[in-house]
């Protein structure tokens, strides 16, 4: 395994995360029967919830699939929510990285791009790293890492600043 892909996880672990509850990382059975209900009636967050959960195997097997289901049913409740998108995206990366499906890639750049241009600057941040960086089927654009993270630095990121300017320097 890379190094990036291992940054790559983690920070995929960490955005899913620091989206739980701030009392317990953990769902109880009560919570995950209100979020299927939620679910179930249309509520967007408790897909989201659900599909969280599946990713990191807290209250459910851990099943991707199934996350990704879940997270898709949110976004699709709720298209225009940033946050569910950017987590989509990264969970198309992760599979992407994970299992080396350019359909995921494509479907990742796809919403990266929509949440970066609504101003999700963690999006930006994250399109200016795959750029930065590279992969097997991404080539290293600096100018076009450069121009994400100026983005995100236009909207107050100080993680984005601090890379453009890195980058500026090299």
């Given at each position: 395994m890379t190094i990036k892909f291992l940054v790559t996880l983690?920070?995929?672990g960490?955005?899913?995360l620091t989206h739980?509850?701030?009392e317990t990382n953990r769902f109880d059975s009560s919570k995950l029967d209100m979020y299927r209900q939620?679910?179930?009636s249309k509520i967007a967050e408790g897909c989201f919830n659900i599909g969280i959960a599946y990713f990191l195997g807290d209250?459910?097997?851990k099943n991707d699939a199934k996350a990704k289901e879940y997270l898709q049913t949110a976004y699709n409740l709720e298209p225009k929510n940033t946050f569910f998108a950017a987590?989509?995206?990264?969970?198309y990366y992760y599979e992407y990285r994970t299992k080396g499906s350019n359909d995921s890639l494509d479907k990742a750049l796809k919403f990266f791009n929509?949440?970066?241009d609504k101003g999700e600057r963690s999006s930006c941040i994250m399109l200016g790293d795959i750029y930065e960086f590279g992969d097997n089927n991404i080539k290293i654009d600096l100018n076009k890492a450069m121009a994400y993270y100026k983005k995100s630095c236009n909207l107050k990121d100080i993680e984005g600043c601090n890379k453009f300017n890195n980058?500026?320097?090299r």
């Open positions: 983690l920070c995929f960490c955005f899913c739980l509850s701030a939620d679910c179930s209250g459910f097997e987590t989509l995206a990264r969970l929509e949440t970066c980058l500026k320097k």
